[in-house]
């Protein structure tokens, strides 16, 4: 029988199960319906320990819409901030790209940087409550050192250890502003001054649209823009590590966007941006960063207007001639994700069973045999055996769940328009008596 799913969080298991309604991958809860991927996420788990020793690495996760590429990004980014690494992601879309004359590079920058969590704050918006931890913890530590807070000798102490830090950050592209702004900050914070530490908030977030202006409220000369965004995340995977983090997630989703932009030469600079994003995460140029992109098959091997379409990335991602001899390899830079088999589904819709009615408290009327039903029922369909996605299997269940609990009066089998008879019924029972969880 299926697994017990522990007490979940009321308002997470309300958000999780709204998400699921309606196809939606939901972006807290997602370990409570996780079932297989171990290969994949174990694999993604292991480029991470790298990060956290100065690493870096670019996955690129493949498969059809709904196959649960999303979903998988989504839990190794729960996975990551419980380990202690911040984290961010961005779905691409016409407005948000990697490169982008009009602004698109900076949109999925300040995209990024919404989203940004941590442990602590693991909804997003996490960008000032890390910079502001990281001010108390140094001045915690100035404290136990024997400085007596509030004193000049506190004060220079406590500067001189963040100068320490945003000193080395002056090496990297950018660097220099990007220190300037976190030393106003700090000088900021100690002068209570919110006006000012919203203008370098603002700058960190990539708000300023012109030079002029970020120079008129922080005396800043350059700000984060289309051509340089990158560079600024490159700088905030140091500075994380640095302050005490294992290291930067980038989450990248529905790349699918780049395959559809018309303009050959605008699609290739954005192929051109995520090629120099591969080279300088494999190449160590970028330590303590992971990025992981989502897209669909069309996407990667499409070679009119796909990533195989740019010799470089070709060359790069194109699988070898062993490709084909049957085995898995989760190694590589690409991971495609491959159809649940019917035991994985079957815990899953009997995980989501569980948690309908954990969440309306409910003794939910389906029976473990009925719920194979209702699973053979949509595989059996046309195509379904390659075709049917998790996405669709978990919203029609949760659609039959929600009719069942909404008319009492209603049958499984009047909804879901099956018979089972005695002898399918055993099948049933001695299939699901195999089932290992």
């Known amino acids: 029988m ?83 690494y911040v984290c961010c992601d961005a779905d691409l879309s016409p407005e948000r790209r990697l490169y982008g004359s009009k602004g698109n590079g900076l949109a999925t920058y300040r995209e990024l940087i919404k989203n940004m969590c941590t442990k602590t704050s693991p909804e997003g918006g996490a960008l000032q409550s890390l910079i502001a931890k990281w001010i108390s913890n140094i001045q915690s530590e100035t404290a136990m050192a024997g400085y007596r807070a509030g004193s000049e000798e506190f004060d220079r102490e406590v500067e001189k250890r963040i100068f320490e830090v ?102 290739e600079a954005n192929y051109e941006k995520l090629l120099s994003m591969f080279n300088d995460t494999l190449q160590g140029n970028s330590k303590g960063l992971g990025i992981i992109l989502g897209g669909t098959p069309m996407f990667l091997e499409d070679r009119r207007r796909g990533l195989y379409s740019y010799e470089a990335l070709k060359s790069r991602l ?33 995980r989501v069973k569980n948690l309908h009615g954990m969440n309306y408290n409910w003794e939910v009327p389906v029976s473990d045999v009925q719920t194979a039903e209702f699973l053979k029922d949509s595989l059996g369909r046309a195509g379904a055996g390659t075709m049917i996605t998790p996405r669709e299997i978990i919203r029609d269940f949760l659609q039959v769940l929600n009719i069942l609990y909404q008319n009492p009066n209603a049958k499984f089998e009047d909804i879901v328009k099956v018979k089972i008879s005695e002898d399918r019924k055993e099948s049933n029972e001695n299939d699901i008596a195999d089932i290992e969880f």
């Open 318 to 350: 194109e699988d070898g001639k062993y490709a084909d001899m049957g085995y898995k390899n989760l190694m590589g830079p690409v991971i495609r994700l491959e159809r649940l088999d019917d035991n994985e589904l079957y815990a899953l819709v009997t």
């Open 166 to 267: 945003t000193r080395e950050a002056e090496s990297h592209v950018g660097g220099f502003d990007f220190a300037y702004v976190v030393n106003t900050y700090y000088k900021a914070t100690k002068c209570n001054d919110d006006g000012l530490k919203g203008c370098a908030l603002r700058w960190l977030r990539g708000e300023y649209l012109t030079k002029s202006e970020a120079k008129k409220e922080l005396n800043v000369y350059s700000v984060i823009n289309d051509e340089n965004w990158y560079d600024y995340i490159k700088l905030l995977a140091f500075f994380v590590r640095r302050i005490g983090y294992k290291g930067f997630v980038v989450f990248i989703d529905e790349c699918v966007n780049l395959y559809k932009i018309t303009n050959r030469v605008s699609r």
């Open 2 to 84: 299926a697994q017990q799913v522990n007490r979940v969080p009321k308002r997470i298991l309300v958000s999780l199960l709204e998400s699921l309604s309606a196809g939606v991958v939901p972006r807290m809860g997602a370990p409570y319906v996780a079932i297989g991927r171990e290969g994949e996420v174990s694999s993604i788990l292991d480029s991470l320990e790298n990060v956290s020793e100065g690493g870096s690495f670019m996955k690129l996760v493949i498969g059809r819409y709904g196959s649960g590429k999303s979903f998988l990004m989504q839990l190794v980014k729960g996975y990551a901030v419980e380990k202690n």
